[in-house]
C-alpha cells in the first residue's frame, strides 16, 4: 500500500505540473496569438535568427517539443526550407533551459504554496471576469498550479525514503562511465514516459534538492532528457513529406551526437558549470548549478553545430532521400506537442495551403485565356480534362482545409484569431467557386467551339485585355494571402472590381449591338456568357479583399 500511495502521489503532483504549465502556455499564445505569426518573416532569415527564434518561442511557450513539431509542421508545408528549421531546433533546445531556471530559482528558493495559491485565486478570477483579462487569468492561473505541483512533488520525494535510491550512490562520481550512462537512461526514460523533458527536468530537480540523487546522476538525466525531447518531433513526421522527416531527423542527430560529447567529456563540462556557477552544490544551490549545466550545454552544442548548418542539411538529406510517392487525396494533419498545441502555426499552414489553392484559381484562368485567344477543338478538350482534375483537387482541398481549421478554432485561440480563421473559410469557399466558373468556362467554350461558334476579331481584340485584367486581380489576391490588405491594397482591389465591372458592360454592350446588327444570336449569347461569367471571377477575387481588409479584422 505504501508504494501504491507514493505512485499516486507522485503522479498526482506530475500531473498538476503538466496541467499548470498547459494552462500557462495556452494564456500566453492566446496573448501573443497573431503576433506569434509574425515570427516567420523573421524565422527565415539567417541561421542567427532562426535560433533566436527558436529560442524565444520555446521559452514562451515552454515546450521544446511543441517548438520542433511546429517546425517539422511548417517544414511539411513549404513554409521552411530544412536548412532553415536546424537554426529553429537548435535555438529551442536553449530556450527549453528556462523551466529549469524558473523551478531553480523560484521553485525551491521560496514558499512556493504562498505565492501559487494566491496566482490560482487571482487567475482563476480574471479569467471569469472578461475576455479581455481571460489571457492573462490563464497565466497566473497556470503559473500557480505549476507551482502547486511542484511543491507537492517536492514534498512527495522525501516519502521515497533514503534507501530507495542506494543503488545511484554506486554510479555517482562523475569520472566514471556507468554514472553517465545509467543517468542518461534513465533520464531518457521518464522523457519517454511524461512526453515533456521539461517536466523531466523538474522532476530530476525535485529528486536533486530532496537528496534522493547525486549531481553527477543527475546532470547525465538532464542529458537523457534531452534525447528523450525529440520523441515527438519523431511522431509528428510519420506520414509527413520528406523534408519534414530530415528535419525530424535533424533534432533527434543534433540531440543524441550533443548528448554523446557531453558524455565523452562529462568531467569537463561539469567542471566548467561549478566554475561559472556562483555558490556551492549545496541545497538551493544544487538546482542552480543543474539548471546552469542545462544551459551550458544546450549553447556549447548548438555553438559547436551552427557553423555547418548547410553540411549537417547535406547529411540528413543524404540519409532521408525523397521517394517518389503516387498522388493519392489531398489530406492535412493537423500536428501538435503532447502536451502544448501551436494552433496559431496550424493556421499559418493552413494560409500556406490557401495561397497553393489560389494558385489553383490563377492558373486555370491562365490556363483559359490561352485557349480563348488561339481557339481550337482539341486544345479546349484537353483544357478542359486539365481543369477537371485541378477542379477536383481543389474540391478535395476546401474539405481537408475546412475540417483542419475547424479542428485549430477547437483550441484556445484570441479573439483577432477566431475571427481570422472564419474569414480564411469564407476564403477558401469564395476560391472553391471560382475554381467551379473557370471550369465552367473551359467547358463552355468547348461547346461553343463544337457548335462552330466563332468569335470576330473586333470581340476577340475586346476579349483579352477583359480577361487580362481578371488574370491581374487573380495574381494580385494570391500574392497577398496570408496577411492584411493594407489600405492601399484594399483600394487598389477595389479600383480593379470597378474596371472590370465598367468593361463588363462595355462588352456586353457590345455583344448585344452586333445581335442587333444581324451577328449570330448564338455567338454572341455565348460571348456575353463568357463575359458574365469572367467578371464574377472578378467578384470572387473582390470578395476576399474584403474578407481579408483590416476593417473586416476589426468586426467585433
Known amino acids: 500500500m505504501r508504494y501504491v500511495e507514493i505512485i499516486f502521489r507522485l503522479a498526482g503532483s506530475l500531473g498538476l505540473f503538466l496541467y499548470g504549465m498547459k494552462v500557462m502556455s495556452d494564456g500566453i499564445q492566446q496573448a501573443a496569438g497573431d503576433r506569434m505569426q509574425r515570427v516567420l518573416s523573421f524565422m527565415t532569415g539567417n541561421r542567427l535568427a532562426g535560433v533566436l527564434t527558436g529560442l524565444g518561442i520555446t521559452a514562451i511557450i515552454q515546450s521544446s517539443s511543441a517548438t520542433t513539431v511546429m517546425v517539422v509542421s511548417l517544414v511539411n508545408a513549404g513554409l521552411l526550407t530544412l536548412t532553415q528549421s536546424i537554426g529553429v531546433i537548435m535555438g529551442a533546445n536553449i530556450g527549453t533551459t528556462v523551466t529549469a531556471w524558473i523551478v531553480s530559482l523560484v521553485g525551491f528558493s521560496l514558499n512556493i504554496s504562498t505565492l501559487a495559491v494566491p496566482a490560482v485565486g487571482i487567475g482563476f478570477a480574471l479569467k471569469m471576469i472578461s475576455r479581455k483579462t481571460r489571457n492573462l487569468g490563464e497565466v497566473l492561473l497556470g503559473l500557480g498550479l505549476l507551482f502547486l505541483g511542484l511543491d507537492f512533488l517536492t514534498k512527495s520525494m522525501p516519502i521515497l525514503g533514503a534507501g530507495a535510491f542506494d543503488f545511484v550512490g554506486a554510479f555517482s562520481n562523475p569520472g566514471l562511465i556507468s554514472t553517465r550512462f545509467l543517468g542518461t537512461a534513465v533520464g531518457l526514460v521518464i522523457t519517454l514516459l511524461v512526453h515533456s523533458s521539461s ?4 522532476i530530476v530537480l525535485t529528486m536533486t534538492y530532496n537528496g534522493v540523487i547525486e549531481f553527477p546522476f543527475a546532470a547525465a538525466m538532464i542529458l537523457g532528457a534531452n534525447i528523450g525531447t525529440t520523441i515527438d518531433a519523431a511522431m509528428a513526421a510519420i506520414g509527413t513529406k520528406t523534408t519534414a522527416k530530415q528535419a525530424a531527423l535533424v533534432h533527434i542527430l543534433f540531440n543524441v551526437i550533443g548528448t554523446v560529447l557531453a558524455l565523452i567529456f562529462f568531467p569537463y563540462l561539469i567542471a566548467l558549470v561549478d566554475l561559472i556557477t556562483p555558490g556551492e552544490r549545496i541545497e538551493a544551490g544544487l538546482t542552480t548549478h543543474l539548471a546552469m549545466f542545462h544551459t551550458v550545454f544546450n549553447t556549447i552544442n548548438t555553438l559547436i553545430f551552427l557553423p555547418f548548418v548547410k553540411p549537417f542539411a547535406a547529411l540528413v538529406t543524404f540519409l532521408i532521400k525523397g521517394d517518389a510517392q503516387a498522388p493519392g487525396p489531398y489530406k492535412l494533419k493537423y500536428l501538435s506537442g503532447s502536451i502544448q498545441n501551436t494552433p496559431e502555426f496550424n ?4 494560409e500556406k495551403e490557401i495561397r497553393d489553392m489560389a494558385g489553383i484559381a490563377s492558373s486555370m484562368f491562365t490556363q483559359f485565356k490561352a485557349a480563348l485567344e488561339n481557339l481550337d477543338a482539341d486544345r479546349a478538350f484537353v483544357l478542359v480534362e486539365d481543369l477537371k482534375k485541378k477542379e477536383n483537387l ?10 483542419f481549421l475547424i479542428e485549430c478554432s477547437s483550441y484556445s485561440l484570441n479573439q483577432r484569431s477566431e475571427r481570422h480563421v472564419t474569414q480564411l473559410l469564407r476564403v477558401i469557399a469564395e476560391l472553391e467557386d471560382m475554381i467551379d466558373d473557370c471550369c465552367g468556362l473551359s467547358i463552355i467554350l468547348e461547346r461553343g467551339i463544337k457548335k462552330e461558334l466563332h468569335f470576330k476579331q473586333k470581340e476577340m481584340e475586346a476579349l483579352s485585355p477583359y480577361a487580362g485584367l481578371v488574370e491581374e486581380f487573380l495574381s494580385f489576391v494570391q500574392a497577398h494571402l496570408g496577411s492584411l490588405f493594407s489600405e492601399t491594397e484594399r483600394l487598389h482591389a477595389e479600383e480593379l472590381e470597378q474596371r472590370i465591372h465598367l468593361f463588363q458592360k462595355k ?10 446588327s444581324g451577328e449570330s444570336v448564338k455567338t454572341e449569347l455565348l460571348f456575353i456568357d463568357i463575359v458574365r461569367r469572367i467578371e464574377k471571377l472578378g467578384n470572387y477575387c473582390y470578395h476576399i479583399s474584403k474578407a481579408l481588409s483590416p476593417q473586416a479584422q476589426n468586426v467585433s
Do not use: F, P, S, V
Open 199 to 202: 517536466a523531466a527536468t523538474a
Open 347 to 350: 493556421i499559418l499552414r493552413a
Open 394 to 403: 481543389a474540391d478535395e482541398m476546401q474539405e481537408e482545409l475546412t475540417r
Open 507 to 516: 462588352l456586353r454592350k457590345l455583344g448585344r449591338k452586333r445581335i442587333e
